[in-house]
């Protein structure tokens, strides 16, 4: 009786597997939605690049990347001024939005995109968890500082500048930043310049890599953006 008792046994069919730990993206998984810079559009290699990139930083539930209207067409045209922009960019985030109800927004821009996104973060039509610039161009064409989006912001900011960016001087963006009065961060790239790009004779030099500078930065991108969440739900 012991052996047909252990052959029963032996036909019981395993347990099913344990559902993944996550079934359906967490209400903390930010939407983001990230803008291109003046001269390149959003299918460039820099730009798919860092939306991977950031994708997995964030774990986010989606990185949405879109064209602003001048660069469609054979014949590419130069940017209009960055708030003639703003209509557009909006229209985008509201997408985003409607379609990942609930999960926190995240703006993100590269270079005129990240001004654009400043002043969409100031529009009462939507509620933005942070903005993260990457290489805010505080200089314009004559030198002027560019501040003025920057001081009326009123959302969790963060900067990633090269060092080597001479349209944003890292002495002006701290003095700019010091009158701002919403929560600010910045982050460093070491050798980097305008696109973060470093020399390959900074990286022999300083025993890093391009991909470990880009690394670290979206390193602190992603914390940044998890503090401001945890910050924005408490």
């Not at 986010?60 to 708030?83: H, I, W």
Request: proline share 8%; net charge positive; hydrophobic share 35%.
């Amino acid at each position: 009786m012991a052996r047909k008792r252990r052959r029963a046994e032996q036909r019981t069919p395993a347990p099913p597997p344990p559902p993944p730990l996550r079934t359906k993206p967490s209400q903390r998984q930010p939407v983001v939605v990230f803008a291109h810079g003046a001269g390149a559009p959003s299918s460039s290699d820099w730009m798919t690049r860092w939306k991977e990139m950031v994708k997995d930083a964030l774990d986010a539930v989606e990185v949405v990347t879109f064209d602003y209207p001048y660069m469609s067409g054979a014949k590419r045209r130069p940017p209009p001024k960055a708030d003639k922009l703003v209509d557009h960019h909006l229209s985008v985030v509201k997408d985003a939005v409607a379609e990942h109800p609930g999960h926190p927004l995240v703006l993100m821009g590269k270079s005129m995109g990240s001004r654009v996104s400043c002043m969409v973060a100031s529009s009462d039509d939507i509620s933005v968890s942070a903005v993260i610039c990457l290489g805010y161009p505080l200089k314009g064409v004559k030198g002027a500082l560019r501040d003025e989006i920057l001081l009326k912001l009123m959302v969790p900011t963060m900067f990633v500048q090269g060092n080597k960016d001479g349209l944003c001087p890292l002495d002006k963006l701290e003095l700019t930043r010091k009158k701002m009065t919403c929560k600010n961060e910045l982050h460093v790239v070491d050798g980097g310049d305008h696109s973060f790009k470093v020399s390959q004779k900074y990286q022999k030099s300083a025993g890093i890599s391009q991909h470990d500078a880009e690394l670290e930065a979206v390193k602190a991108i992603g914390q940044f953006v998890q503090n401001s969440i945890a910050e924005s739900l408490t």
